[in-house]
């Protein structure tokens, strides 16, 4: 009977045991986290992102910055700012995430959050706005600690443009790099890549576009403020415009219009068509200012040459027609009313009335003589007294018409005298502007 418990206790305990180990197969095993994930808690286990990350706290961390130029969006000459797109990149050492490759299955280099690490409080003084730029919230670690912080940056700058020779302007934009509140003791600048390679560097710019990249050069100094010294480093973005679109559709039409307004003044003064034309010349030039006013550049410091050439293209196209008018108006009038002015009077009575009173004396003393040859005639027949009258009548009529038709003939040749000294004066006037333009324009080139 004891042999027999003793068995039942026996098999009792192997059922049990045999059960625990079906119940543990079924259960599933735990995965062993991996290296990467292992590697990163063990960085991050007690790292504080709030402390410069130097075991010496008397040393200083440098932050090594690189810039690649992209594009220029936009400049707004009215705002004072240009927009652009850049590739920036920071890499500085982090004494607290060093680890050995060998011990986590040789893993070099791995991504952090860039929020769970510290990161250095540079900033560029001429921000005004951060545009649509992607946020990258990560960076790269490597096992000996270097960090790279590689993000692309649309920025709207300040800048001081200097839009005088639109459109063949050159500008100089600068982005100042510097540490908010650190100063170089504890962060200080360098450049990751040499001054030349970074100046020369257009293989990222695209070039098709409006503005040429001309260089980037870029320099180190340090300020004093608040009696502590900071390091700053500026790049400086020299850009020019390319001027083919507004020489096309802006110089050129306009230059075109004043050769017309020219060649204008060829057209008869008598003919009634030369106002005309130049009323319609001038009211195109007019359509196509108020078309092309968005092309120009908005500015309140200084009015761009381009903007004086227009203004004075439409002075110069109003003293055109002014002058058409005047001498117009002056052929229409009659030479005892234009007698009556005094600029008019000067120029009729040296021009036009020595001569018309000669020819009038002549005429009337013919015109005498022959009515008194008829009074001297003894009493004729009445048929033929009356035929000699009306002969007198007629050789009157035709004297007068004649006298009338070399008056006309006259006043017309005056007014065509007047009619080029106006238009000689006027190309006087319009070389004038032309020359001191091209002054402007040299000396502006030349500075």
């Not at 079906?22 to 808690?41: D, F, M, Y």
């Not at 608040?226 to 306009?254: E, H, M």
């Not at 230059?255 to 003919?271: A, E, G, T």
């Amino acid at each position: 009977m004891y042999h027999y418990n003793r068995c039942k206790f026996i098999i009792a305990i192997s059922i049990y045991f045999c059960f625990i180990v079906n119940l543990t197969e079924c259960v599933p095993e735990k995965p062993k986290r991996s290296t990467l994930n292992q590697l990163t808690r063990t960085l991050l286990r007690k790292y504080d992102c709030g402390v410069r990350p130097v075991h010496n706290w008397t040393s200083s961390t440098t932050v090594y910055i690189d810039l690649i130029l992209q594009s220029v969006l936009d400049v707004d000459g009215k705002t004072q700012s240009i927009t652009t797109s850049i590739w920036y990149r920071q890499i500085w050492r982090d004494e607290f995430l060093v680890w050995d490759p060998e011990d986590f299955d040789g893993i070099t280099e791995l991504s952090l959050s860039s929020d769970a690490i510290w990161v250095p409080d540079i900033i560029v003084t001429e921000f005004v706005e951060e545009g649509k730029s992607p946020p990258i919230p990560y960076v790269y670690v490597n096992s000996s600690g270097s960090v790279r912080n590689y993000r692309p940056i649309q920025a709207v700058l300040a800048c001081s443009l200097e839009m005088y020779a639109f459109p063949f302007d050159k500008q100089n934009c600068s982005l100042t790099f510097r540490s908010w509140l650190h100063s170089v003791k504890e962060i200080d600048l360098a450049l990751w890549r040499s001054a030349e390679a970074i100046a020369g560097d257009k293989r990222e710019f695209m070039n098709d576009g409006e503005w040429e990249l001309l260089s980037v050069p870029s320099q180190y100094w340090q300020i004093r403020q608040d009696d502590a010294d900071y390091a700053q480093i500026q790049f400086n973005l020299l850009i020019r415009r390319r001027p083919l679109l507004y020489v096309v559709g802006l110089l050129i039409p306009s230059i075109f219009l004043m050769l017309v307004d020219v060649v204008s003044f060829y057209l008869p003064l008598n003919s009634g068509t030369r106002i005309a034309f130049k009323i319609s010349i001038l009211l195109g030039y007019t359509v196509f200012r108020v078309n092309l006013t968005d092309e120009l550049p908005a500015t309140a410091l200084r009015t761009p040459l381009i903007g004086v050439f227009f203004v004075v293209c439409m002075a110069m196209l109003m003293l055109s027609l002014i002058k058409s008018i005047l001498v117009v108006k002056l052929l229409h009038h009659s030479e005892k009313e234009v007698k009556q002015m005094s600029l008019s009077a000067c120029l009729l009575d040296r021009y036009g009335s020595a001569d018309r009173s000669s020819i009038s004396g002549t005429l009337e003393s013919s015109l005498e003589e022959d009515l008194l040859s008829l009074n001297d005639v003894p009493d004729p027949p009445s048929g033929l007294e009356w035929l000699l009258q009306e002969l007198v009548s007629l050789r009157m009529a035709f004297s007068q018409e004649d006298s009338e038709s070399s008056a006309q003939a006259e006043w017309l040749s005056l007014c065509l005298r007047l009619d080029r000294l106006l238009f000689r004066f006027y190309l006087l006037v319009l070389a004038v502007y032309t020359g001191t333009l091209l002054l402007l324009w040299a000396r502006w080139s030349f500075t």
